[in-house]
């Protein structure tokens, strides 16, 4: 059957996914130009007009799934309610144990990007989003006498830093916590960054 003519956006697209689905069957530093061609049935030259290396097409899959999960928690601290409930959203969702679905592209990534410039640049950039992204509602929060918070950007790093420790242990190992640990930690670190009590969380 013929393939449908892709323009050069929606092609791209699909170079993408399909490289993000082979980084998760065979990992960022063992996945192939080759392998993502036979995926979709095109040459490897195909790919490498859009992705001249093979490393810019991995640093360009992780950011194209990691900007998904980006968009979400955006979506969720902009919510039309208080900062102590945006950011609990938003903790619960990053976390292991929430719908996040990047935990192990983003392992494969960190570890790759020891070696690979490109995907080290990229990956950088999009976590000092995610902590500009927390420290902007903390500080609005402490501003609108919430709660304390004399520096949110180190608040900021402190959880993600928490949360992207328990995705290692989630991801790498077979579930050495019960998701209610996991969730009672949680709470526990952003009351704790916030100053409040941990029932404020639920108020």
Known sequence: MARVRLNVAERREELLRATVEQI???GASSVRIADVASALGVSNALVLYHFSTKEKLVAAAFAYAAEADLAHLRKLLARRTTAVRRLRAAVRWYAPTGQAK????WIEG???SLREP???EVAGDLD???KTELAEVIEQGAAAG???CADPESAAWRLTALLDGLAVQMTSYEGPLARATMLRWTDEALARELG???SALTA
């Open 118 to 120: 490109a995907l080290r």
């Open 24 to 26: 998760e069957i065979r």
């Open 110 to 112: 960190w570890a790759a």
């Open 196 to 198: 409040i009590d941990e």
């Open 128 to 130: 000092r989003q995610w």
């Open 146 to 148: 919430e709660f304390r």
């Open 102 to 105: 990047g935990w192990r592209l």
